[in-house]
């Protein structure tokens, strides 16, 4: 069983269009995250959901939008797609017993290419 | 602010030789540190961490780092490398357990046969 899927794997489109990327976990855990990892490897923090509660929301684009519908899934809207939302976007999730530092697991990411 | 830098974006090993990646750490109080792999088209795995208990931490896969207070790092090492060990690493740090954990630039690694 994964433990945390992301679907699409792969994901291509038209600069302005509007997609979504969801992302599910299995492991029973209270908060998830996405993350961003740039062509250099670099990756950042974007949100953070706790129980369906947001709880980090870096600087990012007000395009970018979370969703969590229920404490299992967190999935990620982009309206208006720019050409430096490429990127692989990475979902993770742990339990925020103790704290952030809990070990997070990562989905298998999804590649995002805006042409 | 905590910050950390992997020295080397690139190191390549030959196989059963030592694997030392670098990693120091910028942080006001004593930190969390973590080391996580990334295989080629994946998500990334925890190989270990610290969380202020022994300095000399053991991870999985035979990698082990050691928290240098003095020299503020974290370097991770494995005593031979191995085909499977090809991947990016990458050292984070959290300056308190709630606080966001923050991704270094990631070293790649490289086994040569």
């Known amino acids: 069983d994964t433990a945390v899927s992301q679907t699409p794997k792969y994901l291509v489109t038209q600069m302005g269009n509007d997609k979504s990327i969801k992302c599910e976990q299995n492991?029973?855990?209270?908060?998830m995250y996405w993350y961003k990892q740039d062509s250099k490897k670099f990756l950042k923090i974007m949100f953070s959901?706790?129980?369906?509660?947001?709880?980090i929301n870096e600087t990012v684009p007000n395009r970018f939008s979370p969703k969590s519908p229920d404490k299992a899934h967190l999935n990620l809207h982009i309206n208006s797609l720019e050409l430096g939302d490429s990127a692989v976007y990475f979902c993770?999730?742990?339990?925020?017993?103790?704290?952030?530092?809990?070990?997070?697991?990562f989905g298998p990411g999804t590649r995002l290419t805006v042409l | 602010a905590q910050s950390v830098t992997q020295l080397g974006s690139h190191v390549s090993v030959s196989e059963g030789a030592l694997v030392l990646l670098r990693c120091n750490y910028s942080?006001?109080?004593?930190?969390?540190l973590f080391w996580y792999v990334q295989y080629p088209n994946q998500g990334l795995q925890l190989l270990l961490k610290?969380?202020?208990?022994?300095?000399l931490v053991k991870g999985i896969n035979g990698f082990e780092a050691e928290f240098k207070k003095s020299e503020t790092s974290f370097h991770l090492t494995k005593p031979s490398a191995h085909m499977s060990d090809a991947a990016e690493y990458f050292c984070?740090?959290?300056?308190?357990?709630?606080?966001?954990?923050?991704f270094g630039p990631g070293t790649s690694l490289s086994v040569i046969p």
């Open positions: 993770a999730s742990s339990q925020l017993a103790g704290g952030f530092t809990d070990t997070q697991y």
């Open positions: 610290y969380t202020s208990a022994a300095t």
């Open positions: 959901y706790n129980n369906k509660e947001l709880i």
């Open positions: 492991l029973g855990h209270d908060t």
């Open positions: 942080s006001s109080v004593p930190p969390y």
């Open positions: 984070a740090v959290s300056e308190t357990s709630y606080d966001k954990v923050i």
